[in-house]
């Protein structure tokens, strides 16, 4: 379980850990065993718990003896318990990964990254997994210092070229949306206009997946690695004059491993 | 070093970023649509996480409370370890 390596980190950022399923304690007890997993795993027999957080998976067949599951999801919370990010993934193959859960809340977490000088900027360029299975869903990182005095332009800003990070379509690959903090807002005053920059460091995260289709199982099934490009575009402005817009190419590299199918023998 | 005007200038700007941005743009893939809408089954955003009170794989019983770290906790609901 991806989990158990996340322990750790989760601790040193003040997060509990609990997974509840509907297995007896003497499963998760085996599974537990076998993965060496330390964490709390719940026991939630006759889906009690799921039923009443209203995650009970309503498309399967109350006829199967499997009936109870839940929809997979996650959870984070805050020390009083109130909910701040929550994931549900579509189909059941698919999982976020809690690195990725981690980088979108802020938080850092330890990934070999690739440092990159460009015009007026600096990028740090990581994935937040090293590792991916067909349906796991990661996030691609690409952390921006802006130079002192330099600012650069937010998404969708109207007039000047904004920061854009451009991944290439492959197959195999699947592209969920970007995301981009909130930007500052910065008074030009020659123009007496307001316009949405980053003056400060900030990070865009990209989420991406390998795809669980039966489409792409022959190709991820073949691949050992596979490598991810892209680019990120930008201009470069400080309280004078724009620079020329620069373009600085992107490359993320990560191990592919088969679906976890580990179950107890029968 | 070119150093180029803003305002009326721009135009030449978006010139240069035409002909440098060659990369193929990725379609951003919608998810596959679901008989029931994700989004909205179980807690909120900003709402409280139900209390639990359940036996773990030593036989302890724990609630949500005894689970939450200084700055929070994450709780997952997987499937099952069974099948």
Known sequence: MELQGRFEELRNSGLGLAAISYDSPEVLADFSARRGITFPLLSDPGSATIKRFGILNTTADPASDRYGYPFP????????????SRVFEPTYQERRTMSSILVTLGHRIPAPATKIRGAHLTLTSYATDQMAAPGTHFSLVLDVAPAPHVHVYA?????YIPVAMSIAAQPGVVLRSAAFPTPEDYFFKPLAEHVPVYSHPFRIVQDVMLDPSSASSALLKAAKTMTITGVFNYQACDDAVCFPPASI?????????????????? | MMHLLRGPALGVCLMAWTAIDGHARAPQTPAPAAA????????????ALPDFDLADQRGVRRSLKSILGPSGAVIVFFRSADW
């Not at chain 1, 996650?74 to 909910?83: A, C, E, L, N």
């Open chain 1, 249 to 266: 190419p992107l490359s993320w590299t990560i191990g592919v491993r088969p679906l976890d199918t580990d179950r107890p023998k029968r």
């Open chain 1, 155 to 159: 998404p969708n800003t109207s007039g």
């Open chain 2, 36 to 47: 029931v809408d994700l989004d909205s089954v179980g807690p909120q955003v900003g709402h």
């Open chain 1, 73 to 84: 999801g996650t959870f984070v919370v805050d020390r009083q318990g109130v909910v701040t």
